[in-house]
């Protein structure tokens, strides 16, 4: 296996927004981050959507999920046969069914499958072995979350908030020797995010999101229903504790009554609401919260937690770093930490009983 050295790795991302699939190459030992190389994204069509929102929620084995699993690969290599000089790929597939209380997750797609179609090495299957030990098998990145902070030379506890399907938060403080040290990192779901507002957005205008917040913008926020979404008890649930991707649709039913922009604009509140809900969770306040994931394109979205935080909320892009690259670097990350041997989750990120490595290697690494 891999013995310390900086290899140029590639990662990929396919996220419960269900948009596409992100690809980005990182130059690192699985210890630091020596640089980022070049990114892609390929979208997916409005019919590959139809195929992947009709395996969702779904298993190995149930209809659906082989066309689905099929597509993801397909796709991967399709985008990921792109680049150039690559040592290793990170593929994390794409999650259809997420059971933290069961012990058991589904990411479709075959990494086997998908290193023989590009003749290079695939670290896939992330979360298993984490869940196998007793974590929740989510969030997977903040351990390439304490390598950013350290390659941006934080010198205070920060926190990253990923605002894609689901949301979920990293607090970090930068002065541990690693991430798996105690007191190093505290990560979570917080809670939905943009998925149910792509669900209203498609749902009501035949739209895959409200883009720019333009929608939320022209609407109110209804108080009775961001109540009865706070009354949910997974705000009062002590971390590490995570989500699948419909685990809140119940959303859609809250402002089923209200016109489209109050819909839009009372679904956006949730989101943020929830992220100010977890912040009470953070072990130290973070000196700013850096925003990274789709959500962070909404303006609405982002003023909503300016307000209602006290700290500073700034895109990852105010640090030089890349969001919409972000999860996809994470898994290249990983991958050389899987082939090194190294933890990829720990008990206060995951809640799992001890840091732990997860992932299959299929295909040869080069020593």
Known sequence: ????????????????????????????DGVTISGFGESAYRPYSRDEQAVLRAALGRWPGQDGVAPAARLVED????????????????FHGQTLAHDPAGG??????????????????????????DMRLGGQGAPLAPFFHFACAK???????????????????????????????????LAFDTGPANAPLNDLMMERRGLPFDEGGALAAQGKVVDGALELFLDEGYFLKMPPKSLDRDDFSLMLDLVRELDDANAAATMTAMAAAAVMQGMQFCP????????????????????????????PVQPVEAVGLDGDMLEAQAFAYLAVRVARGLPTSCPSTTGVRAAVGGGEISGRIGS
């Not at 796709?75 to 990170?90: K, P, R, T, V, Y």
């Open 104 to 129: 058991r997750t589904h990411q479709a797609g075959d990494g086997a499958r998908l290193a023989g179609l590009l003749g290079r090495p695939v670290v896939w299957d992330f979360r298993s072995a």
């Open 75 to 90: 796709a991967h290599a399709q985008l990921l046969s792109e680049f150039d000089g690559i040592d290793l790929i990170g």
């Open 151 to 185: 390659f941006i030379g934080a010198d205070a506890p920060l926190a990253f908030l990923n605002l894609g399907g689901v949301g979920n938060l990293t607090w970090i403080d930068p002065a541990r020797p690693a991430p798996e040290a105690e007191g190093a990192l």
């Open 284 to 311: 130290a306040p973070p000196e700013r919260l850096l925003v990274t994931g789709g959500g962070r394109h909404n303006p609405v979205l982002m003023e909503m937690l300016a307000v209602g935080l006290d700290c």
């Open 1 to 28: 296996m891999l013995k310390g050295q900086v290899v140029r790795a590639l990662g990929a991302m396919s996220g419960t927004s269900l948009d596409g699939v992100d690809a980005a190459a990182v130059e690192t």
